[in-house]
């Protein structure tokens, strides 16, 4: 029998942790071939046996690898830059990561992140630095927080609908409210994950 790597087996094993949390899926055996560069699939499966005997992985009924994460607790959310809480600032859908969210905390749906930069809605709780968790949508009630388009500049103020007038307010008495009839709405701020 072939003296087996046991760096090469912690590697595998590291892989195989890191493709779930990224793909949400296990790799193949073909992956993990291409990935290591090995000679071939029977070595693959030799490694996969010796981690599996050591409980370290789990072999499904048909010879793939089961998943370690349980990814239906979790939502998918790309943070997609920074948003300014005062003056609009230019939007620039940049996915800067994906982050899985507890889905039991941060509900399921199509969400996005946002870093919010600013103190205009410090008054709401939401400060400079804070990550906005929200919910994709172009139609938001009066009285939500909302990611507000203004031309080509995203903000983040409480929506309100006054004698057929769209009026974004900030929850900070040093800035104004903004008034416009072009407004898109891009989601409704439904959470927040604040630093200390």
Known sequence: MKTIDKSLLER??????????????????????????????????????LLQKEGQITKT??????????????????????????SPILAQENYQSICALPSEIFGKGDLFMLKAVGDSMEGAGIQDGDILIVRKTDYADSGQI???????????????????????????DKYADIEANDVKILGVVQSMIHKF
């Open 146 to 172: 909302v990611v507000a388009l203004l031309g080509d500049e995203a903000t983040v103020k409480r929506l309100q609908k006054k004698n057929r007038k769209i009026i974004l307010h900030p929850e900070n």
């Open 61 to 86: 009924p048909l010879g793939g690898i089961d998943m370690s994460y349980k990814f239906s607790l979790a939502t998918y959310a790309p943070l997609v830059g920074q948003v300014r809480c005062g």
């Open 12 to 49: 595998i094993k590291d892989f195989i942790s890191l493709y779930q949390l990224e793909h949400a899926k296990s790799p193949s055996y073909r992956v993990i071939m291409k990935h290591f560069n090995l000679s071939s699939l029977s070595l693959v499966s030799r490694y996969l046996d």
